[in-house]
C-alpha cells in the first residue's frame, strides 16, 4: 500500500507570496498523483491531475510538477481564497493535507 | 450541471446500521465509477470504496476499515448511489461524500472530480 506524506503540516505566508507544498509517495507512482483544495465546511475540489495538469478552470498560479515519488504543488502569487487544506491523492489513498494558512 | 447530492445522514448508536444516497444529475451517471470518502471531523480524507460501471460488471472494492461492514450499490436508473453501513463503530464517526471518478489525461487515468457536499454520520450512545 502506497503511503503519501505531506510537507509542511501548516504553512503560514501572506497574500502575494509564493506557496510550495510537497508530497512524497513511499514508493513510485510515476506521474499518477492529484491534488485537491478544500476550504471549511466545502467539498475537495480537483486542482490538478497527473502531477502537473490544471484542472478545468484552475487558475493558472496553480501549478505541479514532479514524478516517481516526490511532487509539488505551488502557488505563484497567494491570493486570499488561496487559504485552504490541500491533499495529495494517489488512486485510494490521501495524503494527511497541508494547511495554508494567512500569517 | 453536475450535481451530486448526498443524504441519509443522522445520529446512530454503535451496533447500528444507517444508510447513505447520492442522487446525481448532469452526467451520464452509467458511464462512471462513483466512489465514496468520508472524513472524520478535522482529520483528512480516507477513501471508503467504489463501484465501478455496468460495463466493469458493477464490481466493488472498499478499504479495509470498512470491508465486510459497509456495501456500496447502485441504481442507475435512477441515478442513485447508496452505501450500507451496518455494525457502526464510533470511528466511523464522518462526514460522507459521493465522488464522481472520470478518466484524464493522455493516460486516462481516474479522478475524483466532481463531489457531493457531504453529509454527517454520527456513531454515538
Given at each position: 500500500e502506497i503511503v503519501l506524506t505531506q510537507s509542511p503540516a501548516t504553512l503560514s505566508l501572506s497574500p502575494g507570496e509564493r506557496a510550495t507544498l510537497s508530497c512524497r509517495a513511499s514508493q513510485s507512482v510515476s506521474s499518477y498523483l492529484a491534488?485537491?483544495?478544500?476550504?471549511?465546511?466545502?467539498a475537495p475540489r480537483l486542482l490538478i491531475y497527473d502531477a502537473s495538469n490544471r484542472a478545468t478552470g484552475i487558475p493558472a498560479r496553480f501549478s505541479g510538477s514532479g514524478s516517481g515519488t516526490d511532487f509539488t504543488l505551488t502557488i505563484s502569487s497567494l491570493e486570499p481564497e488561496d487559504f485552504?487544506?490541500?491533499y495529495c491523492q494517489q488512486r485510494d489513498t490521501f495524503g494527511q493535507g497541508t494547511r495554508l494558512e494567512i500569517k | 450541471e453536475v450535481?451530486?447530492?448526498?443524504?441519509?445522514?443522522?445520529?446512530?448508536?454503535p451496533g447500528g446500521s444507517l444508510r447513505l444516497s447520492?442522487?446525481?444529475?448532469?452526467?451520464?451517471?452509467s458511464d462512471h465509477y462513483m466512489d465514496w470518502v468520508r472524513q472524520a471531523p478535522g482529520k483528512g480524507l480516507e477513501w471508503v470504496g467504489r463501484t465501478r460501471n455496468k460495463a466493469n460488471s458493477y464490481t466493488t472494492e472498499y478499504a479495509a476499515s470498512v470491508k465486510g461492514r459497509f456495501t456500496i450499490s447502485r441504481d442507475d436508473s435512477k441515478n442513485s448511489l447508496y452505501l450500507q453501513m451496518n455494525s457502526l463503530k464510533t470511528e466511523d464517526t464522518a462526514v460522507y461524500y459521493c465522488a464522481r471518478e472520470a478518466s484524464y489525461g493522455d493516460y486516462g487515468r481516474d479522478y475524483f472530480d466532481y463531489w457531493g457536499q457531504g453529509t454527517l454520520v454520527t456513531v454515538s450512545s
Open positions: 491534488w485537491y483544495q478544500q476550504k471549511p465546511g466545502q485552504a487544506v490541500y | 450535481q451530486l447530492v448526498e443524504s441519509g445522514g443522522g445520529l446512530v448508536q447520492c442522487a446525481a444529475s448532469g452526467f451520464t451517471f
